[in-house]
């Protein structure tokens, strides 16, 4: 792996578009001061993620961004002012040491205005800690040993010897692990936070789920409970319902044979009350015959009367016969005028009687005639009457003829009565025979009644029994009622019937199954209600507990897990680092002697202990608390009795410097060296043997170097010349140096 290629844009002076190619294993970079050269190296220092705009040279972000020029005298025109500054770094990947299978990688990072950075690997955008972890693989770490800035050649004798130890360890490739065991112990705080959040959720939670846990046993105990209930309910519905429907069968069945009986009974009642009704009106009838049986007797008696009447009138008339008109007894006028009296009334009376009498049709028409008979008689006697009232001397012969015929006619009269004597006699054996059907149907009639009374009091108890049914039918309505609503309030109406073993809670009586369901309802009253959501809840409390717990587990064993991770990095870091310190001690005083021409250079591991007494009131509390080792310099000039690096001259301590960085570089190479002006305060012979060193180092890693040393550009494969126009704009000039001589003779 190597760097191809560095690629600038909008990047402080470079606001053009410029790469510079890296083909050879040592470049040069010169120019004038201040043309741009130093923007070079920390436009690498920035790409590779410096954060410290101190270490730029610039106050804010937006310091890296081209601000613009106006025209210049010379007529060039003005460069216009960027919005952003990118950097890339071009790496050949050909053996995959980036780890991301590709021939060629690029690391970006990209600046705008606003202060926004923005990276990217390959095109890929990534985070800061991204791009951080890739270098530290890589041995580019934030210490960035290998770049070294202007003026910052002995900063590696300046530094703390803690300081020191994080270059060493940074060099040697450790960083990786020390990123590791700070995430780690990072990820060790966060475990150990979590660890104390989940046993306090774990505490808060514990009471509520023991509450939790007790009313979900109440609630399955409830269940059970319910369940129990639903299938003794179950049964009793059903043997209940069973029994409603088999006793309405059986009230149906009884109340049937009953009704029939209550209407035939009704009916034989309605017959018996018809022929009652019709054993009352012949006796009605039979009554209604006696009273006009007496009104004929009376009659009888009047007729005899009568005839009586009648013949004593006979024998007036005989004796007006006699006497003619001489002689006529005194009160002859007043006896007729009240026997015709008595005669009129007696026609009233047969006449009223023949109105009444409906039935004997025959008698009424006899006793029609015998009034009109009796009527003409009537008038016959009156005028016989007014012809015996006459003068003496009048002619009697009429009235002799007049009197003979009144005689026949009285003779035929009582022909008449006494035919009509016998029709009446006919009609009191008619009344006789009536009276004994009379007596018949009164005595059908009180049979009848005895009938209609035993019938009725058939009616009454077959009532009774309906009255008893209905009572039962009622009860039966009521038990119904009871039975529906118990059902609804049991949650039975519409849900089927759980399927019940055959013969379940047959050996237990309706009654007592059903004080078993009232005692099992008291036990849930015991219970009290439970909230349906209490179940669900203790459900979501104890999978959340299950989880905590589970969590804490893993929690505590990641926290074993870190702290072993932990243990085992510093183990490697230590180990690691013993290892590479040894060679580094080794190429130190190598390189020292080298340059130096003798002497001793040498590298001294200290505790903590040591380092607060080397370092008096500079070690902070964190650092007195800090076990890790640090690294004191200690060195031997050839030829002076100087030992502390403060007895250095510049140049000494800048050779020193170059010597450790170099020792560094050839234990554990990078991917490449900047080196900005650190043979700047060297002669002319050290610089030559600063330049032999580059050739060594050059061996084993890329040297990117900006230098104004003659000694250092002859090293150089590729040089680039940096220069500055009047607009302020960098640009560069490449020449191979093989290529020198044919361009300086042009």
């Not at 202007?150 to 060099?171: F, H, I, N, S, Y």
């Not at 890329?702 to 607009?727: P, S, W």
Request: one cysteine or more; charged letters at 35%; a negative charge.
């Amino acid at each position: 792996m190597y760097l191809k290629r560095l690629e600038l844009s909008g990047f402080k002076s470079f606001a053009k578009a410029t790469a510079l190619e890296f083909p050879s294993r040592i470049v040069a970079v010169v120019g004038p001061n201040g043309s741009g050269k130093s923007n070079i190296a920390e436009a690498v220092r920035w790409v590779l993620g410096e954060q410290s705009m101190k270490m730029l040279r610039g106050k804010r972000g937006e310091d890296l961004i081209w601000n613009g020029s106006p025209a210049a005298g010379s007529g060039q025109a003005a460069t216009p002012r960027m919005g952003k500054a990118a950097v890339a770094l071009v790496f050949d990947n050909h053996h995959d040491a980036f780890g991301l299978g590709f021939e060629e990688v690029a690391l970006s990072r990209k600046i705008f205005r606003d202060g926004t950075n923005e990276y990217a690997i390959s095109g890929s955008p990534v985070r800061l800690r991204d791009v951080v972890e890739l270098c530290a693989r890589l041995g580019l770490g934030e210490a960035k040993h290998n770049l070294i800035g202007q003026g910052e050649v002995d900063r590696v004798l300046l530094a703390t010897p803690r300081a020191r130890r994080e270059m060493l360890e940074e060099a040697l490739g450790l960083r990786v692990y020390q990123l590791k065991k700070k995430e780690a112990e990072r990820k060790l705080d966060a475990t150990a936070a979590n660890i104390r959040q989940v046993e306090g959720l774990v505490r808060e939670i514990a009471p509520h789920l023991k509450f939790l846990r007790t009313q979900a046993k109440r609630a399955e105990a409830r269940e059970g409970l319910m369940s129990d209930l639903r299938v003794m309910q179950s049964a009793y519905f059903t043997r209940e319902e069973k029994e409603i429907e088999a006793g309405s069968r059986a009230r149906d069945a009884a109340a049937a044979p009953h009704e029939a009986a209550a209407a035939a009974l009704k009916k034989q009642i309605a017959d018996a009350e018809r022929a009652i009704a019709g054993a009352e009106k012949k006796t009605q009838d039979k009554e209604s015959s006696d009273g006009k049986v007496e009104k004929l007797a009376a009659l009888q008696d009047r007729r005899r009367a009568c005839e009586r009447e009648l013949g004593r009138l006979e024998g007036m008339r005989d004796a007006a016969h006699e006497t003619a008109h001489w002689a006529q007894p005194a009160d002859a006028p007043s006896d007729a005028r009240h026997i015709s009296e008595e005669v009129r009334q007696f026609l009233s009376e047969v006449r009223s009687l023949a109105e009444e009498e409906q039935d004997a049709g025959v008698l009424r028409s006899h006793l029609l005639a015998l009034v009109e008979d009796m009527e003409r008689l009537l008038e016959q006697e009156e005028r016989a009457s007014s012809l015996i009232r006459k003068p003496r001397h009048a002619d009697v012969r009429p009235e002799r003829e007049t009197t003979e015929k009144f005689g026949k006619e009285i003779a035929a009269l009582q022909e008449k009565l006494a035919a009509f004597g016998k029709e009446i006699a006919q009609w009191e054996d008619v009344q006789r025979l009536a009276r004994a059907d009379a007596a018949t149907a009164y005595a059908a009639m009180r049979e009848h009644e005895n009938t209609v009374r035993a019938l009725r009091d058939q009616e009454r108890d077959e009532a009774l029994a309906l009255e008893r049914l209905r009572f039962d039918e009622e009860r039966l309505a009521e038990r119904t009622a009871l039975f529906l609503r118990e059902r609804k309030e049991a949650g039975l109406e519409e849900s089927p019937h759980p399927s019940l073993a055959p013969g379940a809670y047959q050996d237990i009586s309706q009654p007592e199954l059903r004080r078993k369901i009232e005692r099992m309802r008291l036990k849930l009253e015991e219970i009290g209600g439970i909230d349906e959501t209490i179940k669900k809840e203790y459900e979501e409390t104890e999978t959340r507990h299950a989880f905590l717990e589970k969590e804490l587990t893993d929690l505590k064993a990641a926290h074993g897990s870190l702290k072993a991770l932990i243990k085992e990095l510093e183990a490697r870091v230590r180990n690691d680092f013993r290892e590479g310190f040894a060679k580094i001690k080794q190429e130190f005083h190598d390189y020292f002697k080298v340059i130096f021409g003798g002497g001793a250079a040498r590298l001294i591991s200290i505790k903590n202990q040591e380092l607060r007494i080397k370092e008096d009131d500079e070690a902070t509390d964190e650092e007195e608390k800090d076990e890790e080792e640090g690294i004191e310099i200690e060195v031997d000039l050839p030829r002076k009795r100087i030992k502390g690096l403060a007895m250095l001259s510049g140049g000494e301590r800048a050779l020193t410097a170059v010597a450790l960085l170099f020792a560094i570089a050839a234990v554990n190479p990078p991917p490449f060296l900047v080196l900005d002006e650190t043979d700047a305060a060297l002669d002319e012979a050290n610089s030559r043997r600063y330049a032999a060193m580059l050739r060594e180092l050059a061996k084993k890693t890329q040297l990117i170097v900006i230098t104004h040393n003659r000694e250092t550009m002859q090293c150089a494969g590729v040089l680039y010349g940096v220069t500055m126009g009047d607009d302020g704009v960098s640009r560069l000039l490449s020449l191979k140096l093989e290529d020198v001589d044919e361009y300086a003779s042009r």
